[in-house]
């Protein structure tokens, strides 16, 4: 029976793309592709000349019924522009039309814009939310923006860069001076990475260019405290002021967030040298 096979594609350098992938984009007889320009560089690279045709956004209604034509014949592969068709772009319609008539779908994953910004963002990863493109139009970015705001996990967001400094301008109004982190063009040769917060990001990218993938953090999350140097040397200080170490321990776990077994431990550990040196 024929396969539709959902093939991630890189997002920006051809290297990402993987050997399963190009295997695949070999052995099918049609490859379905938002963007066949960009789609025939990465096929003109490694070799592959299987026939391709054009599925986006304006001609997805009348290439649907086309497409699972071939479907009853042949193995089709599904690519989009960058990254995992059916995320944020047009080959949604075609798998749940494909799901309905019960042909098999295979995904071949790969490179993703969401996972490699929120990996390299310095945000919290455990949770978050995907919102896509936010709407082109101030007012309904504006309520995309309302209705996420108090999301406690990281927000990642995909933005163009005629719109970025509108975007982060909405961001801050709305959301507030929240830390962020602005990806641009990932994998690329001009690949950016900004963290701060928004208003830092504001000034930095007064002349963006390139694709943009927003991670935000969520509303009232912090980082994790985590034990320094500086801290030990808290520590170290209110040894010398003749505090015991419960004294210590609960002094600096109020200022900090730590967790007192962690600076017991600490301190006992450090006793030893303090001992050493008295």
């Known amino acids: 029976m024929p396969i539709l096979y959902v093939v991630a594609t890189p997002i920006g350098n051809l290297e990402d793309v993987s050997l399963r992938a190009l295997r695949v984009l070999r052995e099918v007889k049609l490859i379905a592709a938002e963007d066949t320009r960009k789609t025939r560089r990465l096929l003109t690279a490694y070799d ?11 001609n997805k209604l009348t290439k649907l019924d086309y497409i699972l034509g071939r479907l ?20 949604y319609e075609l798998i749940a039309a494909a ?30 939310t995907f919102i896509g493109f936010l709407p082109n139009k101030a007012t309904a970015r504006r309520r995309a923006l309302e209705a996420i705001k108090d999301e406690t996990g990281t927000i990642i967001a995909l ?14 109004q709305i959301m507030g001076d929240r830390r ?35 991670v ?17 040397r808290q520590l170290h200080q209110l040894y010398l002021g003749g505090a015991t170490a419960k004294e210590a321990v609960s002094t600096v776990a109020g ?9 017991y431990q600490t301190w006992l550990r450090l006793d030893k040298v303090w001992e050493r040196n008295r």
Request: net charge negative; aromatic share 6%; with cysteine.
């Open 72 to 91: 009853k014949e042949w193995d089709v592969a599904l690519v989009s522009e960058a990254g995992m068709p059916g995320i944020s772009d047009p080959g």
């Open 216 to 232: 935000i953090q969520g509303k009232g999350t912090k980082e994790k405290p985590r034990l320094t140097e500086d801290i030990e």
């Open 180 to 214: 962020i982190a602005v990806c641009r063009e990932l994998t690329k040769l001009h690949e950016e990475i900004f963290r701060g917060t928004v208003g830092e990001a504001i000034k930095h990218f007064a002349t963006p260019r390139g694709e943009f993938t927003l």
């Open 159 to 172: 933005e163009a860069p005629h719109r970025i400094a509108v975007t982060l301008q909405d961001i801050l």
């Open 48 to 58: 592959i000349k299987t026939p391709m045709t054009s599925y986006y956004e304006h």
């Open 255 to 263: 200022e900090t967030g730590l967790k007192k077994k962690e600076l």
């Open 99 to 128: 799901s309905k008539l019960n042909i098999t779908i295979v995904p071949i994953p790969g490179a993703s814009a969401i996972t490699t910004a929120l990996a390299v963002s310095g945000l919290p990863t455990d949770r978050f």
